[in-house]
């Protein structure tokens, strides 16, 4: 069975990257080097854009460094039709009566949703809420959605695991 090589990224991911955190940086250069494509999900770029505009400081620069970097990361923005974004409300409905993520997470529900439709397994993401929901009960969501699952992931467990598969791997030999 062929892994897929795509990756979506949460915004905290990409503020991660243009405030230079090794680990967003070491995850993006060595997943990129295997082969791996990053995807970003068009309420990523909301929000980023959201940040460039009404942030302070820091925020502000960060966002607007993501943005103008998007290309020269090696990202590739998703789109979605209008029968896309059919389905990430009824994904967002049923997770939402589910209770999920807390109602001011609404963006992570719509991240999510956008991930599954461009049918990525895996939301690259240091975002606490994201990386602590019940995965039984995302999982069930996605089924009642009509979705693919997504497994929101941190950078850091993600360069882990593929260490940890190297070392398997030169163990085997």
């Not at 966002?63 to 209008?82: F, R, Y």
């Amino acid at each position: 069975m062929a892994v897929s090589k795509r990756l979506a990224l949460d915004t905290n991911v990409l503020f991660d990257r243009a405030n230079e955190e090794s680990f967003a940086k070491d995850f993006l250069a060595v997943f990129q080097r295997k082969g791996f494509s990053f995807e970003v999900p068009p309420t990523v770029i909301y929000e980023l854009d959201y940040f460039r505009r009404k942030g302070k400081g820091a925020e502000q620069m960060a966002a607007e460094t993501a943005l103008c970097s998007v290309q020269k990361w090696g990202l590739t923005p998703l789109i979605l039709t209008d029968v896309q974004r059919s389905y990430k409300r009824n994904f967002i409905s049923i997770a939402q009566n589910a209770n999920l993520l807390p109602a001011k997470e609404i963006n992570d529900l719509h991240i999510l949703a956008e991930t599954a439709i461009a049918d990525i397994a895996a939301l690259v993401t240091s975002d606490r809420p994201l990386l602590g929901i019940d995965r039984v009960a995302l999982q069930l969501a996605f089924q009642n959605a009509g979705l693919p699952t997504v497994s929101p992931v941190h950078p850091r467990r993600m360069l882990q695991a593929l260490q940890l598969r190297s070392a398997n791997s030169s163990n085997e030999r």
